[in-house]
């Protein structure tokens, strides 16, 4: 006989005061105080965009040709695109490791250019720079899995918005560390620019290094509206930037005019951690408001299930957690390889890396972050062949790294923003963002006076765009399970579209037209320490090639708009909803 009662309510339990050194502990452990943190390392994970500014360092230094100057682009593009070791690491590791490997990378790689530099070690062959670089730019990536992917995770149904906050970061990054560089270092000497993006990124990681872990998925009534304030502190902290960037072109700061700026820069770089606090102490409020008046409790008697019953589940639940399922599938799984689950859900590694999905997505970055990288790689050449001072080539850097801030944030909430009210595709997007470098490259191949200004914004946009889209489109088709290893897979074609269209295409050309106007001249390439091109002929050939692929990227990138329409005007996040309401469900059960 099945009988109830009702349990009386006791007495509330004593609320608890306000504990400064609780309340400290819940914000260093929470949620939002992990996402400032995830910030800031993202803020400092953007060195490798800074090749422009100290690369002519390198050149005449260490008296390479513009092939091999290059060459090192290129290493520097494999580095810092092919992820795929710190995705696996991350698979078997904790966040607080993967974040340690990359500080240790990060600082011993530039260490030991910038010891080149200044000479302070024999000059080193190419392949020991080569590495140098490598290992420098590839520290990045650990940066990128141990705290975007941990975010990601912790905030699925956010994942646009966090992902092109995220991102955002690290597009300005390059302009934060001109701001540092000119109040610590007083920008008279590129060389400590590569010291500088030696030990600060490095810093920043090991301090934040436990605060960056995985968490339970829960609801936030006020997730979103934090999201939209955080982009407004990061939106006027690129306009900022943008102003310190233009009236520095103009006006000449003294050193302690650098100091104030910087200190802005950094005042606007921690104001999340305000919100993060305002929020731990809502949530502070909150427990405390349950602990006074808690819930009645309610027991219900219930008479023990039949011996069959419990058999039968048993066996059920034995069923449902067979090893092929795909909740304990392997990651790798050669045996499930062609039978691929729907989009969306989990797919194992070599489910999604062999897919006509993902196979599109390699082409489509091959073209456009191939030709985006070559562009940027080539800034500092290219202001100099059409007769641009150093510090105007500087910020030429610098509006790339603003742009492409505003390319990652537009992407991430725009296209969410058009996916949710009128499931307009995100790979619709990343189409038109192919489109968009194209006539960049035009401006570069056919120069008019101040055309470089908006190549750079043009291209910094749509390379922000892409990059950011690449990672929201590989979590949405391929599942969360394995992202921390898919996520880093999305740029591997990125390195070799760098050294074939940078080395082989741009490099080659340029030195071409250097060496027409040495003979010109009656000199020979052994007479001139530094193979330097001057003119607008310099760039037209090969930028006129990469407009080329770039529109044949977006031709390619058009097929997966069209594979994909009927998957996005689904409620693709519905997974995580569900388990939103199983967690809440769980939790209210404890609670009573």
Known sequence: MIGASMAAATSPPPVRGFNPCRFMAQVLLGRWFMMFASFLIMAGAGATYLFGVYSKEIKSTLGYDQSTLNLLGSMKDLGANVGVLSGLIAEVTPSWFVLLVGSAMNFAGYFMIWLAVTKKIPKPSVWQMCIYICIGANSQNFANTGSLVTCVKNFPESRGMLLGLMKGFVGL??????????????????????????????????????????????????????????????????????????????????????????????????????????????????????????????????????????????????????????????????????????????????????????????????????????AVDNLGQIGESLGYPQRTISTFVSLVSIWNYFGRVFSGFVSEKLLLRWKIPRTLMMTLSLLIPCIGDIFIAFPFPGSVYVASLLIGFSYGVQLTLIFIIISELFGLKYYSTLFNCGQLTSPLASYILNVRIVGKLYDREALKQLVSKGMTRSMVHDLTCIGKQCYRLSFSILAGVNLFGALVSFILVLRTREYYKTDIYKKFKDELEANEKEMKMVKS
């Open 173 to 374: 990054s390059g302009a934060i560390f001109t701001q540092i560089y000119f109040a610590v270092y007083g920008g008279t000497d590129a060389k400590s620019m590569i010291l500088l993006i030696g030990w600060l990124p490095a810093v920043i990681s090991i301090l934040f290094v436990f605060n960056i872990r995985a968490m339970k998925i829960s609801r936030h009534p006020n997730e979103v509206k934090v999201l939209y304030q955080y982009l407004v502190i990061s939106i006027v902290l690129a306009l900022c930037l943008m102003g310190l960037t233009i009236a520095q072109k103009y006006v000449n700061f003294s050193h302690v005019a650098y100091v104030v700026s910087a200190s802005g820069v950094c005042l606007l770089l921690f104001a999340p951690c305000l919100i993060a606090i305002r929020e731990e102490y809502a949530t502070w409020k909150l427990r405390n408001q349950e602990l006074q008046n808690p819930p009645s409790r309610v027991i219900v008697e219930e008479p023990p299930l039949p011996t069959t019953n419990v058999v039968e589940q048993k066996v059920e639940s034995e069923i449902v957690e067979l090893p092929d399922s795909p909740k304990n599938m392997d990651p790798l799984c050669c045996s499930n390889i062609c039978n691929k689950p729907k989009r969306g859900e989990d797919y194992t590694i070599l489910q999604a890396l062999l897919s006509f999905d993902m196979i599109i997505l390699f082409v489509a970055t091959f073209c456009g972050l191939g030709c985006s990288l070559t």
